[in-house]
């Protein structure tokens, strides 16, 4: 489970209002989408996919077990005034209480199995799994393989259990902005996959990273990568 802690809340809030990653991918799924849905954003973390998502469905459900999370989130409604988000602290995977959502999001959140189960129980409509389409971390000094399900590994998942779905790749700008070089090497430190190490210094990162958008942020590590966007219809599911 993803440790939302005050540092890697900080860097997302800044990646998220500085690239606007989140609105990319809800410009892919609200097409899909009917504008009178009552769609679940599962695992939602700080929020910025449900707060996009908001803007043209009708009501959505921000579910994440994370307080600190969805405390950002809960700040961003207030700020923006938005009056369409149940914004709902648990873990999605235990819930008992069946829901009847007209669709689901799972964003880089769920395994395959897990994600089918809980959509069978609680949704009437349409999933959408967004999956990350490249096989090595981004933030990690050394080339370090991805752990969890990619856009391919699910596919191949689903094609095993003979679940039709549709699907389309797309490009995302991803990186990250930083206020300092220091807060680079912290940067990568927070999100190292070694178990042990040296502290990371600035000096190691420095030549991935360009010349920032503004004066809040001097730097940048550009990270432009292909999503994968995964729609089921849960009457397929069996």
């Given at each position: 489970?993803?440790?939302?802690?005050?540092?890697?809340?900080r860097?997302?809030?800044?990646?998220?209002?500085?690239?606007?990653?989140?609105?990319?991918?809800?410009?892919?799924?609200?097409?899909?989408?009917?504008?009178?849905?009552?769609v679940?954003?599962?695992?939602?973390?700080?929020?910025?996919?449900?707060?996009?998502?908001?803007?043209?469905?009708?009501?959505?459900?921000?579910?994440?077990?994370?307080?600190?999370?969805l405390?950002?989130?809960?700040?961003?409604?207030a700020?923006?005034?938005?009056?369409?988000?149940?914004?709902?602290e648990?873990?999605?995977?235990?819930a008992?209480?069946?829901?009847?959502?007209?669709?689901?999001?799972?964003?880089?959140?769920?395994?395959?199995?897990?994600?089918?189960?809980?959509?069978?129980?609680?949704?009437?409509?349409?999933?959408?799994?967004?999956?990350?389409n490249?096989?090595?971390?981004?933030?990690?000094l050394?080339?370090?393989?991805?752990k969890?399900?990619?856009?391919?590994?699910?596919?191949?998942?689903?094609?095993?259990?003979?679940?039709?779905?549709?699907?389309?790749?797309?490009?995302?700008?991803?990186?990250?902005p930083?206020?300092?070089?220091?807060d680079?090497?912290?940067?990568?430190?927070?999100?190292?996959?070694?178990?042990?190490?040296?502290?990371?210094?600035?000096?190691?990162?420095?030549?991935?990273?360009?010349?920032?958008?503004?004066?809040?942020?001097?730097?940048?590590?550009?990270?432009?990568?292909?999503?994968?966007?995964?729609?089921?219809?849960?009457?397929?599911?069996?």
């Amino acid at each position: 489970m993803y440790k939302w802690t005050p540092d890697a809340i900080r860097f997302r809030v800044d990646a998220a209002e500085y690239t606007r990653y989140d609105e990319a991918i809800a410009a892919r799924i609200l097409p899909r989408l009917d504008r009178s849905a009552y769609v679940c954003d599962a695992g939602c973390g700080l929020g910025y996919l449900s707060l996009a998502l908001a803007k043209n469905t009708a009501r959505i459900a921000a579910i994440d077990v994370c307080a600190d999370a969805l405390d950002v989130l809960r700040k961003n409604i207030a700020a923006e005034g938005v009056k369409n988000i149940d914004v709902i602290e648990g873990d999605l995977f235990s819930a008992k209480r069946r829901q009847n959502y007209d669709a689901m999001v799972f964003c880089f959140f769920g395994r395959v199995e897990e994600t089918l189960f809980t959509a069978k129980a609680q949704c009437r409509g349409k999933i959408f799994l967004v999956k990350k389409n490249w096989e090595n971390h981004r933030f990690t000094l050394e080339e370090t393989p991805l752990k969890g399900y990619t856009f391919e590994k699910t596919r191949a998942e689903l094609e095993a259990l003979n679940i039709p779905y549709d699907a389309e790749t797309f490009w995302v700008e991803m990186g990250q902005p930083f206020r300092t070089l220091a807060d680079a090497a912290l940067f990568f430190e927070t999100y190292r996959q070694e178990e042990s190490g040296p502290p990371i210094r600035p000096e190691q990162i420095e030549a991935r990273l360009s010349t920032g958008g503004s004066a809040a942020f001097p730097y940048y590590l550009p990270s432009q990568k292909t999503l994968g966007l995964i729609e089921i219809d849960v009457s397929n599911i069996p």
